[in-house]
């Protein structure tokens, strides 16, 4: 029931090689005729973490939705993934597949928004 990564921001920065921000938006997640809703905790160009009581399987094919913030005009990102670490009934690392070249794009400028945020103290 471990989970893959550590918890040290640099350590996750490094072994995953994308930076991440904080994201904190509802994640829906499908598995065949399995769902389950979750909240985002940290998202990256690579992946996403989501945070949910009902968790899948390391490896398993997953189907990712979730709103990418500003509103009103958030992007609903939709796109397949893989279950790359989970911790049983409290979250689980999904990396990004066959991620469109749009929703990488606005991802990435997301996170590099939060970051330069974060790091101004704001």
């Given amino acids: ?11 996750q920065n490094e072994r995953r090689g994308k ?11 499908r598995l065949g005729n399995a ?7 940290t998202i990256s160009e690579s992946g ?5 009581r009902q968790t899948f399987a390391r490896q398993d094919p997953v189907i990712i939705r979730f709103c ?14 893989v279950v790359v670490w989970a911790e049983v009934g409290v979250s689980m690392g999904i990396k990004f597949v066959d991620l469109k070249e749009r929703y990488r794009e606005t991802i990435a400028q997301f996170v590099e928004q939060a970051i330069g945020t974060r790091e101004r103290g704001h």
């Fill in 68 to 81: 990418l913030p500003p509103r009103p005009t958030a992007i609903v990102i939709e796109t397949s993934g």
């Fill in 35 to 41: 769902y389950c809703i979750g909240r985002c905790e």
């Fill in 19 to 29: 930076r991440r921000a904080d994201l904190m938006v509802q994640v829906e997640c």
């Fill in 1 to 11: 029931m471990g989970v893959a990564f550590p918890h040290d921001d640099h350590f």
């Fill in 48 to 52: 996403i973490q989501v945070r949910s």
